[in-house]
């Protein structure tokens, strides 16, 4: 399975950005897709998930601002950031895989990952 992140770029704080995660080589239906980011000079974290099932989960610091979606037909999975942070600034990377619930916030449990994608807040 290959997955491509796409979409980050320069921005303001309070600005948007819409990260995309395009998969090939399976279908998307029923397969898990989580994005993680890692801030300079910190360690991987989680981010969102957008389960095999539909259900979705945020981190606490994200949520009511980001949104993971997912377009079956298309095979590509989103992440729309909205009133941006500097603290938001990192390495987006998306992964795939089917954790069980417990275990989707974990790094260790997606095995396809993308190229990943800066994204930096400015102040």
């Known amino acids: 399975v290959q997955l491509q992140a796409s979409g980050g770029g320069l921005v303001q704080a309070g600005d948007s950005l819409r990260l995309s995660c395009a998969v090939s080589?399976?279908?998307?239906?029923?397969?898990?897709i989580a994005w993680f980011r890692q801030p300079p000079g910190k360690e991987r974290e989680f981010v969102a998930c957008?389960?095999?099932?539909?259900?979705?989960y945020y981190q606490d610091s994200v949520k009511g601002r980001f949104t993971i979606s997912r377009d079956n037909t298309k095979n590509t999975v989103y992440l729309q950031m909205n009133s941006l942070k500097p603290d938001d600034t990192a390495v987006y990377y998306c992964?795939?895989?089917?954790?069980?619930?417990?275990?989707?916030?974990?790094?260790?449990?997606?095995?396809?990952w993308g190229q990943g994608t800066q994204v930096t807040v400015s102040s």
């Open positions: 992964a795939g895989g089917n954790p069980i619930l417990s275990a989707i916030y974990s790094s260790d449990m997606y095995r396809s």
């Open positions: 957008s389960r095999g099932t539909g259900r979705t």
């Open positions: 080589d399976r279908s998307l239906s029923g397969y898990t």
